[in-house]
């Protein structure tokens, strides 16, 4: 009974915010437990492997080729399948750095898969201006999304569809202290469908971040969806060690808060959070990434 339960309760969840303005798909979901662990409020400070989910700017910091894996239970539902894999370049002269990301979140129960979203990401990041008092950078993203729906109770086959989706980011620093950043993500106003056409979800976000002292970063974001209230998000990162970093985070809209640290050993990147939800359960989230030439 406990069982059918958490499978009717996400069910629920999924319809809830896939009905109307189709929110929910391909939305709200993240690769960085870092970021996660920030509630999110990363648009300013950016900067590895991940950036592309934040702001494509953040990749011209890329100097080594990097590769990262991500895992996530997503309000700790079993049936809520989420994995992330992205491997970054970085590209001669100034001409930046590139990544290629991919997104599987689907909804599995006792094999059958009800619903499955793809995303493909190509993105670019490059400077317009670095020097040693300040930087400039700007990147975007060329997005495909692919949905698959599974079958109905008489078998047959509930359809697909795909889209493509265009995002532009910009990120500036003063003195390598402050930094600020904003990120819109599907300008082009994707949708799905032909005789009823589902808009993806945009949105706009801007924040700013500052490191008072080293090993220690505070960031604030302001996050605005399409048909939503304005979200803010914020975090501090610090680094006891030069190894290992513990991570704290809030938002509203709804009210979150999320806890996690990071170890960096070798060229290895470990990060792992946790964020609360006010109604459904924890999330909990794992990532690791490789930098080749990190030390």
Same mark, same amino acid.
């Given at each position: ?5 958490k499978?009717l309760h996400?069910?629920?969840? @999924?319809l @809830?915010f896939?009905?109307q303005?189709?929110?929910?798909a ?5 690769p960085?437990?870092?970021a996660t662990? #920030?509630?999110?409020a ?15 700017a953040?990749?011209?910091? @890329?100097?080594?080729? %990097?590769?990262?894996?991500t895992?996530?239970r997503?309000f700790n539902?079993s ?5 992330f894999?992205?491997a ?9 750095a590139?990544?290629?990301s991919?997104?599987?979140?689907g909804v599995?129960y006792?094999?059958?898969?009800m619903?499955s979203?793809y995303t493909?990401k ?5 400077? #317009?201006?670095?020097?040693i008092?300040s ?14 729906l /599974?079958h109905?109770?008489?078998?047959l ?6 889209t493509?989706?265009f995002?532009?980011?910009?990120q500036?620093s003063?003195?390598h202290?402050? $930094?600020l /950043?904003v990120?819109? $993500? ?8 032909k005789?009823?056409?589902?808009? #993806?979800?945009?949105r706009i976000?801007?924040?700013a %971040?500052y ?23 914020? /975090?501090f990162e ?10 704290l /985070?809030?938002?509203t809209?709804p009210n979150r808060?999320?806890?996690g640290?990071?170890l960096? $050993? ?5 990060? $792992? %959070?946790f964020?609360?939800h006010?109604v ?5 989230q794992?990532?690791i990434?490789y930098n080749?030439?990190?030390?």
């Amino acid at each position: 009974m406990r069982k059918t339960m958490k499978i009717l309760h996400g069910i629920l969840f @999924i319809l @809830i915010f896939t009905s109307q303005s189709f929110s929910g798909a391909f939305d709200e979901r993240y690769p960085s437990a870092r970021a996660t662990a #920030l509630s999110n409020a990363y648009v300013a400070v950016a900067n590895d492997v991940w950036a592309s989910y934040y702001n494509p700017a953040g990749l011209a910091q @890329i100097n080594n080729y %990097a590769a990262g894996f991500t895992y996530q239970r997503l309000f700790n539902l079993s049936f809520f399948k989420n994995i992330f894999f992205s491997a970054a370049m970085p590209l001669p002269g100034s001409f930046g750095a590139l990544s290629v990301s991919f997104e599987n979140f689907g909804v599995e129960y006792e094999g059958e898969w009800m619903s499955s979203e793809y995303t493909a990401k190509l993105s670019h990041g490059f400077y #317009l201006l670095n020097d040693i008092h300040s930087s400039l950078s700007i990147g975007y993203n060329l997005n495909y999304f692919y949905w698959k729906l /599974g079958h109905s109770v008489d078998g047959l086959q509930l359809g697909s569809a795909g889209t493509f989706g265009f995002d532009v980011g910009i990120q500036a620093s003063i003195y390598h202290r402050t $930094y600020l /950043g904003v990120f819109v $993500y599907n300008l082009n106003a994707p949708s799905f469908g032909k005789d009823l056409q589902r808009e #993806l979800p945009q949105r706009i976000v801007a924040g700013a %971040a500052y490191r008072p002292l080293s090993g220690l970063v505070t960031t604030l974001v302001m996050e605005k969806t399409v048909g939503s209230d304005i979200m803010v998000e914020g /975090g501090f990162e610090y680094y006891p060690i030069d190894f290992f970093c513990l991570r704290l /985070g809030a938002s509203t809209m709804p009210n979150r808060i999320s806890v996690g640290f990071g170890l960096n $050993y070798a060229g290895f990147v470990i990060d $792992y %959070a946790f964020r609360n939800h006010p109604v459904l359960a924890e999330t909990h989230q794992f990532g690791i990434s490789y930098n080749f030439g990190g030390k």
